[in-house]
């Protein structure tokens, strides 16, 4: 250990080793395989670094980006250590130096993507390097379910049995389910030496705001940070550019990043971060994990990320420095009723569906926090903290109110719409609000008709949000967003729980006019998958969004639901060439199955014709083996049901010219009584 410091003094420069540090460096010395958990900025690489110097033989760092390899190589090289990196970036010349330090017995630190572990040279590869140690950056990606899951990350725990070695495990987010995950893929069930070095990074300033105009409060922000390095996490890549030009309209140093770039120009992006100072990226997730900016002064988010874990892992990329760093994260209905829908509608069982919902539960009640926002996150991870004076509720606290009665008027008027409508016609009952759509309907009869008139509607719907936001309440992706009471709104309902909501978010949205939508509530989750699937198919032909169908089209198939391919010829914009390429992938996310037709029938798709051509097959099965179905087969091909419903014939004799005498005799008469309805 003695060696270790001196190396942590003469190599890196520290003089003393950071809080704990020392206790996972002497684990990992004594050759223990060993799980760290420590926040980003404690100090996790020198963990391994310093032991890898102390012990013989080479140790291997499995990392998930090759922009953090690159950095953590070219670090270590500007301190004297030879250290390499094998990845998909190298140059042919970079690789044949990494081999040849192999091979003199130079190498102390290998950097390898967790990709390459999938071929069946790198273990003859490690044994020829005297691979002595395995040490796993980002380990919380062995994660099957977590936010950032890498599948190779799964073939680690073979390569540590096949080489016999020590493993050492760190990350610095990671939730008492992953912790476990993590021990069984890595160590095999086998308890590891393990160190919770905490969470909690007390220099950053932690804020949520509800969203009220996203690129104008996103600009704000900016602004009072102009000339700071920042990031600005997006939910989608289209809209990482459209922010990004904003901001470089309002007069900001600003790059869009994410997943669908050129790799070249991805590595200008983070290249460019690296080195220049006030440079703000507009990214989607795929940016950050690992990147080593020690001064980045704010991080926000335009949308809710997927769990607290990745929220503080991505928010944990600011103030690496410890100096103070700010961030922001936006969040609303919009933003609940997608994060809700991804988790139905993945492939996951049952059982890890419930876990998502959990940690999105805990994720909303970070973002409607009655208290200090650092107590809620800490607790989340198992830690018990004092008000940390350094959270926007600290600094101003919330305003909170007995919501318990406006709570059971909702849930009352949800129950007696039959769960089947969402926040904005609920809204419309409660403060007594006739439109078409109630009386239609006969929900201006309901005893909650009116009952809510003592909140505006804006109001109303913070109290939905935070409804939402408590898992009160749902929305239903098989009912188009609909929203459904969900067993934790029971009690309430009931009379046996209270529930207290913040007064300064709703009383904020009562000052505020309330902003147009596209569509109703009820029908914007479904408008949503629409939109998914149309940017899906244009990415795949590299085309813009609007080529595929414009908004209006997919607003009104959201409103309509059109449920056969004749009614989708009905929407505005659906010409026939559209609907031919495009009509059952659309028609698909609206109903859950896909319609096919046979080509002779979609010529015939949204025409009149259409349904006489059915009703023609319809007659010719009813037919197929005579009146009393004792007959020979027969049959008709579907371009021949075509011809007759194009040509019309009105007599048997024009029927037999297109049928034959055998057919005419079994169908004649019937297609003429068909064609006559028609």
């Known amino acids: 250990m003695n060696r270790a410091a001196d190396l942590l003094h003469s190599v890196f420069g520290f003089p003393d080793f950071r809080p704990g540090q020392a206790e996972i460096v002497q684990a990992v010395l004594d050759g223990r395989n060993t799980l760290a958990i420590m926040p980003t900025g404690g100090g996790k690489s020198l963990c391994f670094q310093l032991p890898a110097l102390c012990r013989d033989g080479v140790t291997v760092v499995i990392s998930p980006l090759i922009a953090l390899m690159r950095d953590q190589v070219r670090a270590l090289k500007a301190v004297g250590v030879e250290a390499g990196a094998l990845t998909s970036g190298n140059t042919d010349e970079e690789t044949e130096e990494v081999f040849a330090a192999i091979d003199e017995g130079r190498l102390k630190l290998l950097y390898m993507a967790p990709e390459r572990l999938a071929s069946g040279a790198a273990l003859g590869l490690l044994r020829r390097a005297n691979c002595s140690l395995i040490a796993v950056d980002e380990a919380h990606c062995v994660s099957q379910w977590g936010h950032d899951f890498r599948p190779d990350y799964l073939r680690i725990g073979e390569l540590r049995r096949a080489l016999k070695v020590p493993l050492a495990a760190f990350t610095a987010t990671a939730d008492e389910e992953t912790r476990a995950e993590i021990v069984t893929r890595l160590f095999d069930g086998e308890a590891p030496a393990t160190f919770l070095r905490g969470f909690d990074r007390p220099n950053i300033h ?129 933003d609940i009723r997608l994060r809700r829908s991804q988790i139905d509608e993945s492939p996951a069982p049952p059982d890890r569906k419930a876990a998502d919902h959990a940690r999105l539960n805990a994720l909303l009640g970070l973002a409607e926090a009655l208290k200090c926002r650092r107590q809620v996150l800490l607790g989340y991870f198992g830690e018990l903290a004092e008000p940390c004076g350094n959270c926007d509720l600290c600094d101003r606290p919330a305003l909170l ?64 949000r935070q409804m939402m936001g408590r898992d009160l309440v749902r929305p239903d992706p098989e009912r188009h967003g609909a929203l459904r009471m969900t067993e934790a709104a029971r009690p309430v309902l009931r009379g046996e729980a209270t529930v207290t909501l913040r007064q300064d978010t709703v009383a ?171």
């Open 401 to 464: 109110f007995d919501a318990t009665d406006a709570v059971r008027k909702a849930l009352s008027a949800i129950l007696r719409t039959g769960e089947w409508f969402g926040a904005g016609h609920l809204i419309d009952i409660l403060t007594g609000t006739a439109t078409a759509k109630v009386k239609e309907r006969g929900h201006d009869q309901l005893p909650t008709f009116a009952v809510g008139r003592d909140l505006s509607k804006p109001a109303w719907g913070a109290v939905f």
């Open 508 to 678: 904020a949205a009562g000052e505020r006019a309330a902003v147009r939508t596209q569509v109703a509530d009820e029908d914007a989750g479904l408008l949503s998958l629409l939109k998914a699937r149309r940017r899906a198919l244009a990415d795949a032909q590299n085309v813009p969004a609007y080529v595929v169908f414009a908004d209006r089209t997919l607003i009104e198939m959201a409103e309509k639901k059109p449920a056969t391919l004749d009614q989708m010829a009905g929407i505005t914009g659906v010409g026939a060439k559209k609907l031919d390429s495009y009509g059952a992938a659309f028609l698909e996310v609206i109903t859950g199955a896909a319609e096919t037709l046979h080509p002779a029938r979609m010529r015939l798709v949204g025409k009149p014709e259409g349904a006489v051509f059915d009703r023609l097959a319809e007659v010719q099965l009813e037919l197929s083996r005579g009146e009393d179905g004792t007959g020979k087969y027969l049959s008709c091909t579907h371009s021949v049901l075509r011809q007759i419903v194009e040509r019309r014939p009105s007599t048997l004799g024009e029927l037999q010219a297109i049928l034959g005498e055998a057919k005419v005799e079994r169908f004649g008469a019937a297609f003429l009584a068909a064609l006559h309805e028609g």
């Open 206 to 334: 932690l804020a949520f705001a509800v969203k009220t105009g996203p690129r104008e409060q996103i600009l704000r922000f900016a602004a009072a940070r102009k000339g700071q390095s920042g990031i600005v996490y997006c939910g989608t890549r289209a809209k990482t550019e459209v922010l990004a030009q904003a901001l470089r309209e309002a007069g900001h140093s600003a790059v869009a990043y994410h997943g669908g770039m050129e790799a070249d120009e991805r590595r200008r992006v983070e290249t460019r971060f690296q080195r220049e100072d006030g440079l703000i990226v507009v990214a989607t997730i795929a940016f950050g994990m690992g990147i080593d900016k020690p001064d980045i002064r704010w991080v926000a988010h335009a949308d809710l990320p997927k769990s607290i874990e990745g929220y503080y892992q991505e928010i944990g990329r600011g103030g690496r420095d410890g100096l103070p760093a700010e961030t922001l994260t936006l969040y609303g209905p919009d």
